[in-house]
C-alpha cells in the first residue's frame, strides 16, 4: 500500500471479561584513546542509575525501563435488560500508560466509550480507582486520572513519531484477551497510514507495525528502542479477528497535542474544510468526492470535482496530503486553495471551521 492507504481495519478494542530479580553482573564501560584503554566496572548502585536513564537497544532492557508505567484499565458498566426488567453488569479490560506523576492516563476513547467505572491495576497488581477527563473521538484519544500515591506513577516520556523509521524496532505492552503485562516485538511496518477514528475522520499519520496486536491491547504504548512511546495501539487489519500482523497505532505527537489540551482542561477542537476526497490521477492532487452545504469549502465556492493541487504553498499530491496540512491547523485559520476546475486553476481563501464532533 502507498502512503495514506486508507485501510478496513477492527479495533484492537478492549476484550469483555467473565471475572476478573537477580541483578546484573558487572557492567563494563571502555574509554579508549590513542594509545591506552581504561576500563571502569560500575557499582551495583550505578548500575541501577544508568539502567534507569538508558534502556538500551534490546528488548528486555526497554521492558524494564518502561514496565511500571503500563497499566491495566478494567471498566464496569450496567446497561438495562429488554426483558424481565433489572439491568447487566459489563466488564471491559483495555490498556494505557502513565502520562505524568499527577496521575494522568492516556489510553483510547473507545476503551472508555460506554462511561461506568474505571479501575486501573499497576504492574504489582494494585488496583485504584480513576475517573474519566476527556475524551477526543477525532483521534480515539482519552485521558483518565487515577487515585494512586506517587510512589507508584512511573509516566512515560513520549517521543517524536516524526522521526520514526520503516524497519525500527518497536515493541508494545498491554493486556491481550486480559493477560496483563504481555510484551510482544517487531517493527515499523509502514508510515503515514491512515485511520478511521470512532467519530468517522480520518486519523492520519499512523504508524503501522507487525508486533502483535489483539483486544485489549488498545491504549497501551508503542515503545522505541530508546524507551520512548511512539504511539498508541489502537487498530488492527485482520481476517480472523485476532493478530495477523497488521497493527496500527496513533502517532506520539498526535498524542502530545491533543493530551496536553486534555490535561490543561481545555476542549480539544480541531480544524474542518468540510468535503470528502479521494485521489486524483490527472492532475495529481485531492479530488472533491463531495462539497458539504454550509461549510467553510462550499462557502468559499468549491465544488464536487474540483482537485485541489495546493493548500497555502504546500503541494498536493494526492487525499492524504490534504488530510496532513488541515491536521496542523486551527479552526479559524485562513488557507490559500488552489484548484483546478474544467481545466483552469483558480486560487479561494478558505477560512476553516471547527470540525463537528
Known amino acids: 500500500m502507498s502512503r495514506g492507504t486508507r485501510v478496513v481495519l477492527t479495533i484492537a478494542a478492549a476484550v469483555a471479561i467473565a471475572a476478573l530479580g537477580a541483578g546484573a553482573g558487572a557492567t563494563l564501560f571502555s574509554s579508549f584513546g590513542s594509545t591506552s584503554t581504561t576500563t571502569t566496572v560500575l557499582s551495583p548502585a550505578a548500575q541501577a542509575v544508568v539502567a534507569e536513564s538508558a534502556p538500551g537497544t534490546t528488548i528486555n532492557g526497554v521492558y524494564r525501563h518502561t514496565y511500571q508505567g503500563v497499566v491495566d484499565l478494567t471498566v464496569t458498566s450496567s446497561s438495562s435488560q429488554s426483558f424481565g426488567g433489572g439491568s447487566a453488569t459489563q466488564q471491559a479490560e483495555g490498556s494505557g500508560f502513565v502520562y505524568d506523576k499527577n496521575g494522568h492516563v492516556v489510553t483510547n476513547q473507545h476503551v472508555v466509550a460506554d462511561g461506568g467505572k474505571i479501575e486501573v491495576a499497576f504492574w504489582d497488581g494494585r488496583k485504584y480507582p480513576a475517573t474519566l477527563v476527556a475524551t477526543d473521538p477525532s483521534t480515539d484519544l482519552a485521558v483518565i486520572k ?118 490543561a482542561g481545555k476542549t480539544v477542537q480541531h480544524a474542518y474544510i468540510g468535503i470528502k476526497v479521494s485521489d486524483s490521477s490527472s492532475p495529481d492532487g485531492a479530488l472533491l468526492v463531495e462539497v458539504i452545504s454550509g461549510e467553510p469549502a462550499a462557502d468559499a465556492g468549491l465544488q464536487a470535482n474540483d482537485v485541489i493541487t495546493k493548500l497555502d504553498d504546500t503541494t498536493i499530491a494526492d487525499g492524504s496530503d490534504l488530510s496532513d496540512v488541515i491536521d496542523g491547523k486551527k479552526p479559524g485559520d485562513k488557507l490559500a486553495v488552489t484548484y483546478v476546475r474544467d481545466g483552469g486553476t483558480h486560487t479561494v481563501t478558505v477560512t476553516l471551521g471547527t470540525r463537528p464532533s
Open 146 to 263: 487515577v487515585d494512586a500515591p506517587a510512589s507508584v506513577l512511573h509516566p512515560l516520556d513520549l517521543g517524536d513519531s516524526d522521526s520514526v523509521q520503516v524497519g525500527d524496532t518497536v515493541i508494545a505492552i498491554g493486556s491481550p484477551f486480559g493477560l496483563t503485562q504481555t510484551v510482544t516485538s517487531g517493527i515499523v511496518s509502514a508510515l503515514h497510514r491512515q485511520m478511521d477514528s470512532p467519530s468517522g475522520f480520518t486519523i492520519t499519520d499512523s504508524i503501522q507495525t507487525d508486533a502483535p496486536i489483539n483486544h485489549g491491547n488498545s491504549g497501551g504504548p508503542l515503545i522505541a528502542l530508546n524507551g520512548r512511546v511512539i504511539g498508541v495501539n489502537t487498530q488492527i487489519q485482520s481476517d480472523s479477528g485476532g493478530s495477523d500482523g497488521v497493527g496500527f497505532a496513533i502517532p506520539s505527537n498526535t498524542i502530545r497535542s491533543v493530551v496536553d489540551q486534555m490535561v
